[in-house]
Every structure is written in C-alpha cells, then in structure tokens.
C-alpha cells in the first residue's frame, strides 16, 4: 500500500513568488494536516482539512493557504514568498479524527526562497 | 495554548549508554500524547501513542512512559541505527490537530 505522496520534493523559488506544494493521503485517509519544519525547529502545525473541509489553521499569515480535493487529495498554496519561508514542508494523513489516530508523514518537500 | 517542550536539545551517547529523553506537556485535556523518530530528510516516523498517566509502552530498546505533565523515552543499550530527531507531540480532546516540540537530537556513537 502506498504511503503520503508529497511533490515536488526540492523547490527553489524567489522572494514574492508564488508556489504550491502537493499531498496525496493514504488510500482511505480523510484527514490531511500540513507542517512547517523549518531549519533546527520542530514542525509548526499549518493547516488541518478533513472532508473537503479547513478544520483548524496555525499561527501563519494567510498567505498560507490550502485546499482538499473530493478524493482528499490537498494542495498548500504559499503567496508572496519572504526568505523565512525557507523549510521542509510534510504532509500527513490519518484515518479518524474523531480517535486518539497516529499521523503518517510523507518525506516533505524542501522549499528554498532565494 | 498547548505547549510542549522537549529536552535536551541534543544528546550524544556511547553504544550500550542508556539515556532518556523528557517531554513536558501542558494540555486542556490530553486526548494522545505520541512519540515520532526522524531521520534526516524523511518524514517523522509513528513509534508510541500513551493516553493516561502510568501507561507504559515498549518497542525493541525504547520504553516510553507517561505523568500527568510529562512523558520520557527512555533508550536501553542504544546501538547508531538509533541516532536520529525524536519528536514528541500531543494532542487534545478540544482540538484534533497535533501539536509538536522541537525534538531531541539523539547520537549514538560506536
């Protein structure tokens, strides 16, 4: 079975772009929570979507923002992109959100602002 | 607001040194409190989920553990296969999503 699909897994962009990172859940997996990992700092909570549906939203600009699709696929979309911007973005996916429910992470993708 | 802190930052250990690793917590509720490990470049990986104050779990040469404000992993006999980020997170009734701390660096040296 496969596991969190994340791409592109390296990005290089400029500061004021704009980008959009890409999260495939575990088959059956409703839930999709989206972190930040920036350079010698834990992961900072983005975004949480369950059911097509924003649940919850971290301390982040909205600038940050995202979506989940009807197969609960989800994009991360990043707008005028600053040099702190600069992390290791992951995905995970969980089955129930209503239980105590473990998360599986994919590998992340490295985005570097220039 | 949920806070963890894990500590220490870093930790470097001998083959067979055993160690732990705390995680203190503050919560309205602790619905899960959940240990990862990450390796450099990869996701962080599911190892321990520990729900009420005394529970206790164990996997191979990591025994995790829990209080009612912190939790500690502790490492028996580690080997450098076990050098890796060990993250610790929790998780409240009032709010699914899960809140992580910054990490312990473990290294393990032959």
């Known amino acids: 079975e496969a596991g969190v699909t994340q791409s592109p897994t390296h990005l290089i962009k400029t500061r004021g772009q704009q980008v959009t990172l890409r999260c495939s859940p575990i088959?059956?997996?409703?839930?999709v929570y989206w972190y930040q990992q920036a350079l010698g700092l834990g992961l900072q909570f983005l975004l949480w979507?369950?059911?097509?549906?924003?649940?919850n939203r971290g301390n982040f600009p909205p600038r940050f923002s995202g979506r989940q699709f009807p197969n609960y696929s989800s994009e991360l979309n990043v707008n005028a992109l600053e040099l702190e911007d600069s992390a290791l973005y992951l995905c995970?996916?969980?089955?129930?959100?209503?239980?105590?429910?473990?998360?599986?992470f994919g590998s992340g993708t490295q985005l570097s602002v220039l | 607001e949920d806070q963890v802190t894990q500590s220490p930052e870093a930790l470097r250990l001998q083959e067979g040194e055993s160690s732990s690793l705390n995680c203190s917590y503050t919560?309205?509720?602790?619905?899960?409190l959940f240990w990862y490990r990450q390796d450099p470049g990869k996701g962080p990986e599911f190892l321990f989920t520990?729900?009420?104050a005394g529970e206790e779990k164990e996997k191979e040469r990591l025994k995790a553990t829990l209080t009612k404000k912190e939790s500690f992993l502790h490492i028996t006999a580690p080997k450098p296969e076990d050098s890796a980020t060990y993250l610790c997170?929790?998780?409240?009734?009032?709010?699914?999503?899960?809140?992580f701390g910054a990490g312990t660096r473990l290294t393990v040296k032959p």
């Open positions: 995970a996916s969980s089955l129930n959100i209503d239980k105590e429910e473990k998360l599986f």
């Open positions: 088959s059956g997996h409703t839930s």
């Open positions: 979507y369950d059911e097509g549906e924003e649940r």
């Open positions: 919560v309205s509720g602790l619905r899960g």
């Open positions: 520990l729900y009420s």
């Open positions: 997170a929790v998780q409240a009734f009032n709010n699914n999503d899960m809140r």
